[in-house]
């Protein structure tokens, strides 16, 4: 194993002890689960402690790519595409690529939340020119050995043009300034492995560290199962990561979209202090069919769909993608520390 990724393994362990030494005290302080990559940069630089973790930095080369440098758009409607019709999900009509493209694939004939891709998303919310990419380089490590692994990760980083499950990075939605991460249905369900949980925690701390307020889209299948326990352990390390955000006084919008289950559903995807939903979207924790099998009885109608967790309470508002830029515009104008005109 490389020295880098040894260093990396050395940090799960320190995670798991720091994880299970926080579920033995008391739940929801004295966690250090800090992002191994802050962690790793702290080892190599002396500095590095707090000095510049406070106050307005405008400078943000340090944690973030250059405007415009991501990638060219790899997702499920290529601009230079052949494809000419997409079939619509629910309704199975098929639209022309080109009008779905408009649609943010939205289907123009029943209205349904098609599948959008992580950069799709991105490009839709921001300002023209504005994303830049969080650097958060995490090298990949195959904890169980698991058959074809690297050869999925690899071959899913070419077909989409992502990294890993999750798109993070600064970007502008009307001009406000706002870290936003993305996850990619396209990449594995979404599925919360090492490098996702890491990443996102990476985000909350250089959101803090620049003032930023967060807005998270989640969609997932859950904790990664090729990676074992080690999945699981980034629910508790994303919460921390959550909890410190909020107690330094961080915004944190989450925008939940169809599917958010499993780990990430129970851990960063409900802990927002805004909690908005695009319409239909399945949030759960467990399937309604392992519910079913397991209690016994027939489900309401419309479980765990973003309408019936509006009406209980679990989301705030139902936001159409279409509306979704304005409203999160209209939510960061009004926490914005600025004297209001009166
Ligand atoms: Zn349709």
């Given at each position: 194993m490389r020295d880098k990724e040894q260093l990396y393994v050395n940090h799960w362990y320190e995670d798991l002890y720091n994880c299970f030494s926080h579920f033995l005290q008391k739940i929801g302080s004295g966690v250090k689960t800090m992002s191994i990559f802050n962690r790793t940069k702290a080892e190599q630089s002396e500095d590095s402690a707090g000095s510049k973790h406070s106050g307005h930095i405008s400078d943000y080369s340090e944690d973030f790519e250059t405007a415009g440098k991501d990638n060219k758009d790899k997702s499920e409607i290529p601009e230079d595409s052949v494809v000419e019709t997409i079939t619509c999900s629910a309704c199975k009509k098929e639209i022309p690529a080109e009008q779905m493209r408009k649609c943010l694939c939205v289907c123009p004939e029943c209205g349904a939340h098609n599948k959008i891709s992580a950069k799709r998303r991105m490009h839709s919310l921001v300002d023209p020119g504005t994303f830049r990419k969080l650097k958060c380089p995490v090298p990949f490590v195959d904890p169980l050995a698991y058959p074809d692994y690297k050869d999925k990760i690899e071959g899913l980083q070419d077909k989409t043009g992502l990294d890993e499950a999750v798109l993070l990075g600064?970007?502008?939605?009307?001009?406000?300034?706002?870290?936003?991460?993305?996850?990619?249905?396209?990449?594995?369900?979404?599925?919360?492995?090492?490098?996702?949980?890491?990443?996102?925690?990476?985000?909350?701390?250089?959101?803090?560290?620049?003032?930023?307020?967060?807005?998270?889209?989640?969609?997932?299948?859950?904790?990664?199962?090729?990676?074992?326990?080690?999945?699981?352990?980034?629910?508790?390390?994303?919460?921390?990561?959550?909890?410190?955000?909020g107690e330094r006084g961080g915004l944190y919008v989450v925008a939940l979209t169809h599917p958010t289950t499993g780990g990430v559903s129970a851990s960063f995807a409900m802990l927002g202090d805004i909690t908005i939903a695009e319409p239909d979207a399945l949030i759960g924790f467990a399937g309604p069919r392992v519910i079913e099998q397991t209690i016994g009885q027939k489900l309401p109608a419309g479980f765990q769909r973003a309408e019936f967790q509006e009406e209980h309470g679990f989301v705030d508002q139902i936001v159409p993608r279409a509306e979704m830029r304005e409203v999160l515009s209209q939510i960061l104008r009004l926490h914005e520390k600025r004297r209001w005109p009166l």
């Open positions: 600064m970007g502008e939605i009307e001009g406000h300034k706002a870290m936003i991460g993305v996850m990619g249905s396209e990449f594995l369900m979404a599925s919360m492995g090492i490098a996702v949980g890491e990443k996102i925690t990476h985000a909350f701390e250089i959101a803090d560290k620049y003032k930023l307020p967060f807005i998270m889209f989640t969609a997932s299948g859950g904790a990664r199962m090729q990676e074992g326990i080690l999945s699981l352990m980034q629910m508790a390390k994303t919460s921390a990561a959550a909890q410190r955000f």
